[in-house]
């Protein structure tokens, strides 16, 4: 019985491995729902939807809802007991990956049993400004910077993110929101944000001298 703690490990080497350049995001929130994992590559975004053998399909319907409103394409990485069944309970665009008891090796052995393929729900449910709202405000001001929009200073995130899926032709974007995902790092993200607040302050300040 594998649980959920046994199938990433094993997991998360297979996706290295099989998609080469690639960033691995754990427990996103996206609407109503936690990804598992998100998939960064370099023009796409990816959920995988863990269900090990300890897991119930109970929450899986609002949860593909959900995939299928951010990502590009979706897979459901299933433990032995739900091997058999997963096709039954995702759509047929979901790939499936099984994770298996161990081997002689005493090493899991993960396989794609069925292929994922684009999200035909994409120019419906997986909109652009979904995609946006996951970069942070630092990140969407890189993105107006590189495009050479305004900067919408005094506007809101919501704002800004409808700006740029309104601008910039989507191909040109997609590469864009994979690099900043690439380029992120959390354990500088604080020190950026204060960076950023006290650079507004002084902006501030100095028109405020001007008058």
Known sequence: MLKDKDIREPLFSFIEEKFGKVRIIEEKQIKK???DCMLVTE?????????????SYARLDRQIQDYN??????????????????????PQWWGIITVSDRNE???????????GTPNPKREKMVKLRNQLSILWRLE????????EMPKYKQKSKDFVIHKI???VDVEVLKPQI???LFERD????????????????KKVKRRQVKK
Request: aromatic residues 8%; without cysteine; negative net charge.
């Open 69 to 90: 409103r951010f990502f590009d394409y979706n897979y459901v990485a299933v433990g032995p007991s739900h091997a058999k069944s997963a096709t039954d309970h995702v």
């Open 33 to 35: 729902s936690r990804a």
């Open 43 to 55: 023009d796409s975004l990816i959920g995988i939807e863990i269900k090990s053998d300890a897991d």
């Open 165 to 167: 899926a309104e601008k």
């Open 105 to 115: 090796e005493e090493v899991p052995m993960v396989e794609i049993v069925r292929q």
């Open 178 to 180: 994979s690099n900043e």
């Open 140 to 147: 969407l001001n890189n993105l107006l910077e590189i495009n």
């Open 186 to 201: 959390y354990t500088t993200i604080a020190e950026r944000i204060a960076e950023y607040k006290e650079g507004e302050k």
